[in-house]
C-alpha cells in the first residue's frame, strides 16, 4: 500500500521561503505522478505543481506561484521537493501531496489525476 508523508510547512514572513518534502513509501518515484495541491479555508483545492513518473522530466507550475515555486525530485531520498520563495500572504493554505502510479512522463494539476493523498502541512504566511 502506498503511503505518502508530506512535511515541511510552517509559518514564515511574507517574502520568506520555505521548502516542503513528500516521501511515498512503497514505491519509486520512476512510477509514481507526482503533484502538489493547496486548500485555504473556504476555497477549493488548487492544483500548484506537479512531476511525472519515469523520468521526471515533465513538470507543470501553476500560474498563480510561476516564478517563486519550482518542483524537483532527489531520487536517492525518493523524495519530491515543493521548493517555495518569495512567498504571499495569499500562499496561506494547508498543502498536500498527491501521487498516482503509472510509467508515463506526464502530470497533471488535477484532482482526479491522483489516487493516493498525504495529510497535509500547515503554510502560513504572515507578519
Known amino acids: 500500500q502506498l503511503q505518502l508523508v508530506d512535511s515541511g510547512g510552517g509559518l514564515v514572513q511574507p517574502g520568506g521561503s520555505l521548502r516542503l518534502s513528500c516521501a511515498p513509501s512503497?514505491?519509486?518515484?520512476?512510477?509514481?505522478?507526482i503533484g502538489w495541491f493547496r486548500q485555504a479555508p473556504g476555497k477549493e483545492r488548487e492544483g500548484v505543481a506537479c512531476?511525472?513518473?519515469?523520468?521526471?522530466?515533465?513538470?507543470k507550475i501553476a500560474d498563480s506561484v510561476k516564478g517563486r515555486f519550482t518542483i524537483s525530485r532527489a531520487n536517492i531520498e525518493n523524495t519530491v521537493h515543493l521548493q517555495m520563495h518569495r512567498l504571499r500572504p495569499e500562499d496561506t493554505a494547508v498543502y498536500y501531496c498527491?501521487?498516482?502510479?503509472?510509467?508515463?512522463?506526464?502530470?497533471?494539476?488535477?484532482?482526479?489525476?491522483?489516487?493516493?493523498w498525504g495529510q497535509g502541512t500547515q503554510v502560513t504566511v504572515s507578519s
Open positions: 498527491a501521487a498516482h502510479l503509472t510509467d508515463t512522463e506526464d502530470c497533471s494539476e488535477s484532482v482526479d489525476g491522483y489516487t493516493f
Open positions: 512531476i511525472g513518473a519515469n523520468s521526471g522530466a515533465t513538470t
Open positions: 512503497g514505491f519509486p518515484l520512476d512510477y509514481l505522478r
